[in-house]
């Protein structure tokens, strides 16, 4: 396995909630991806680390945050769910400008 | 920004058949990539191409990145039932990674 987990791998959540996913690696990887994943939309990148404490948006980055306070471990915050956020949440990681690893998902449900 | 298009979006085959999809961009790439997606699973690298023009193997699939650099195509040969999924073409330039909507594949009985 690539060494990447995400957790949890379901969560129902109620509008106006927060809600924190969270992507660990054993890899010592530098670089660290959220995407989601939506029916006619593919992947979308919400936000990336390049490092710690070095984070960056994406295209989709509006309603999220991040933080990644030790190289192992990159969190996705909603601050306050909303039912459009509701989707399948994918962690990847790569090393330097190689092709990515992805975890299996977090599936999102904002009732 | 940087968009790719995907295409077909979806394929209905007969097992045995061979299956082409391809991306196209325009923007150049330096590094073009395809990934497969099983149900319930993150996506999967299959094949990674380098150089305009490479052609690469891997068991049924082949891979070529277009001479312009703008294009890439997937082809798997002799499809059995466990090819069943999404793939996803992505372009790689300087920076990140740029996926397309992938080409969902169905296999009838």
């Known amino acids: 396995d690539a060494g990447i987990t995400q957790s949890p791998r379901h969560k129902v959540t109620e509008t106006g909630t927060p809600v924190t996913l969270r992507c660990h690696q054993t890899?010592?990887?530098?670089?660290m991806y959220w995407y989601r994943q939506d029916p006619g939309h593919g992947l979308r990148l919400i936000h990336y680390?390049?490092?710690?404490?070095?984070?960056d948006k994406g295209e989709v980055s509006d309603g999220y945050s991040v933080s990644r306070s030790k190289t192992e471990d990159f969190l996705l915050t909603l601050e306050s769910a909303t039912s459009s956020q509701t989707s399948v949440y994918f962690c990847a990681i790569s090393a330097e400008n190689y092709g990515y690893t992805f975890g299996s998902g977090t599936r999102l449900t904002v009732v | 920004g940087q968009q790719l298009n995907q295409s077909p979006q979806s394929m209905f085959i007969q097992e045995g058949e061979d299956v082409s999809m391809n991306c196209t961009s325009s923007s150049i790439f330096n590094t073009w990539l395809w990934y497969k997606q099983d149900p319930g699973e993150g996506p999967v690298l299959l094949i990674a191409?380098?150089?305009?023009?490479e052609l690469t193997s891997n068991g049924r699939l082949t891979a070529q990145f277009g001479i312009t650099r703008k294009d890439s195509f997937l082809n798997i040969s002799a499809s059995i039932p466990s090819d069943v999924g999404i793939y996803f073409c992505a372009g790689q330039g300087d920076d990140k990674i740029i996926f397309g909507k992938g080409t969902r594949l169905h296999i009838l009985p």
């Open positions: 890899e010592n990887h530098r670089y």
């Open positions: 191409l380098y150089k305009a023009g």
């Open positions: 680390s390049y490092g710690v404490k070095d984070t």
